[in-house]
């Protein structure tokens, strides 16, 4: 359902980033330090960070607030620049690596329909259809919302158009940034069923960044705990899916999460 | 983004009845006005709109007004299209740096504060009778009022919307097509309607010093040989071209352009 193009938002004249040919859709995090000046002089975010995302996994970085996460997401992401380091992914055999983004509040253009806001995505696509968009909002329960202005739906519609127009360019690595700290809960955990069969169904790798342990725990199949300017934890969640929050299984994880998160300071 | 509505919620809205109605009502009491200030001054010196009609129905009927209507339209679009590049420039300037606030900001306080009519002097003893002086009196006094509205539709952009563009690797003429211009539409918008309002005025005051045709020359002309009904007709037929090439190009394009707003709101400002 697809579309074959792929948008060359990773180039290869970003300085850290370069292509390999196998495993497509992993993530190398090699040595990453980022030191910010500002007016007291210099502040280290982080230092010499290093970390592996396996292909068609689900990793989620938690983290405080000021810990650094977003601006190891911006890095990945290649809005930022590290310091010193690298970040290395894995491409397809055209050699190309797609990187889908959805932040924190769904960024629409409100005077374009949600069809429109796909379509604009695809610039660089010969073979983009209206039928490309209507598939990718079908997927996310939006079927009788194509010609419908942001302003006509609610939050949760919204970043669900958020959610589809970074699928709909068909990237191996899917970089959400707090996707649902916006939404009331109610919806949260509707995106939050909705997201993980979509990615059991498509099979992205998908690297996300939360405050929320819980949501953490619910989503993802590992957890990298920033803080302090390092990984200081590194915890796989092998909770069978679907995940009941409200199970003993999941409370236990939960817990032992929690502590391992306060270990720090 | 300045597409928010100030409008007061539905309960209250609609007491004040259907918007065509408030509309008549208030160019009924306007009118009204009017022929009151004519009844209690001098009867016969001042004229009231029947008189204006009727003055109007003859200058329309000679046929003179069309080439002064014209050379009017003509030097108020010049010195609006001069304005709006001009401040539009100064504007973005603003918009986007620092540097072009602190630039600017000089310029535009001490633009806004010299007169209109002050310009049209000026220019007048600079360039003389005949097209460049009121062009340029026009354009040099409406350019501020630009420049700030197209400061305030700049610096309304959402940062946000420009990442994501880049996030998808968005090329810069999609960036600007897409995602600017309809962004600060509504600022151009205001920035013509007011550009164009203010144009007129100071078009037809500079034509006064600077001109021996247009509405304002036509129009204090009359007035110096005591046809104040001529002159007011003057005045009037303006007025109502003006209001056609509001409700004829401006409202509908509009309309199209803001068709997202989820409420919609039209009006004047």
């Known amino acids: 359902m697809a579309s074959e193009v792929r948008q060359s938002e990773q180039t290869d004249d970003t300085a850290g980033v370069t292509h390999g040919t196998s495993a497509a859709g992993a993530i190398h995090v090699r040595n990453l330090t980022k030191v910010f000046d500002t007016d007291e002089g210099t502040e280290t975010v982080f230092e010499d960070v290093s970390f592996d995302i396996e292909p068609g996994s689900f990793v989620t970085l938690i983290g405080r607030s000021g810990s650094g996460k977003s601006t190891m997401l911006n890095i990945i992401s290649g809005v930022l620049e590290p310091t010193e380091g690298r970040v290395e992914f894995e491409a397809t055999q055209d050699g190309d690596v797609t990187l889908g983004h959805v932040f924190q509040s769904p960024r629409l253009l409100p005077w374009n329909t949600c069809v429109e806001n796909i379509e604009y995505v695809h610039e660089a696509n010969p073979d983009y259809t209206r039928e490309l968009a209507e598939e990718y909002l079908d997927l996310v329960g939006l079927s009788n919302h194509y010609d419908k202005y942001p302003s006509q739906l609610s939050g949760g519609q919204r970043q669900r158009v958020g959610i589809t127009r970074a699928l709909s360019i068909d990237p191996e690595i899917l970089v959400m940034d707090e996707p649902f700290s916006n939404l009331d809960e109610i919806t949260a955990e509707s995106l939050r069923e909705e997201l993980i069969e979509i990615w059991q169904k498509l099979g992205k790798t998908v690297f996300f960044v939360t405050h929320d342990i819980t949501e953490a725990i619910e989503l993802s199949d590992r957890i990298l705990m920033l803080g302090n300017g390092e990984i200081f934890d590194d915890m796989s969640i092998d909770l069978d899916r679907p995940r009941d929050v409200d199970s003993e299984e999941f409370l236990k994880v939960r817990q032992d999460a929690i502590n391992r998160f306060h270990a720090i300071k | ?269």
């Not at chain 2, 109605?21 to 160019?27: E, G, M, P, Q, T």
């Open chain 2, 1 to 269: 983004m300045s597409t928010r509505t100030r409008s007061l919620p539905t309960p209250l809205r609609s007491t004040l009845g259907d918007k065509w109605a408030a509309a008549l009502i208030s160019v009924v009491l306007g009118l009204a006005a009017w022929w009151l200030v004519t009844v209690i001054f001098p009867r016969g010196l001042f004229p009231g709109p029947i008189e204006t009609v009727n003055a109007s129905v003859e200058l329309l009927a000679s046929g003179i007004v069309w080439t002064h209507m014209e050379a009017t339209f003509f030097r108020t679009f010049l010195g609006f299209i001069g304005a709006f590049f001009v401040g539009g420039a100064l504007g973005v300037a603003m918009g986007i740096n620092n540097f072009g606030e602190h630039f600017s900001t000089p310029i535009i306080i001490i633009a806004l504060s010299v007169p209109g009519i002050a310009w049209a002097a000026i220019t007048t003893i600079i360039f003389g009778f005949g097209v460049v002086a009121p062009v340029v009196a026009t354009a040099v006094t409406v350019f501020p009022y630009i420049s700030l509205r197209i400061w305030k539709g700049v610096e309304d952009i959402d940062p946000t919307l420009i990442r994501m563009s880049r996030s998808f690797g968005i090329s810069k003429t999609r960036l600007l097509r897409r995602m600017i211009l309809p962004s600060i539409a509504p600022a151009l918008f205001t920035a013509v309607r007011f550009g164009l309002a203010i144009s007129w005025k100071i078009e037809t005051q500079a034509e006064i010093f600077a001109s021996n045709s247009g509405v304002g020359y036509r129009a204090i002309e009359a007035f110096s040989r005591y046809q104040y009904d001529t002159a007011m007709a003057w005045a009037a037929v303006f007025v109502v071209i003006v209001f056609l090439l509001e409700m004829a190009v401006l409202r509908p394009l509009e309309r199209k352009v803001f068709a997202y707003r989820k409420e919609a709101d039209f009006g004047v400002l």
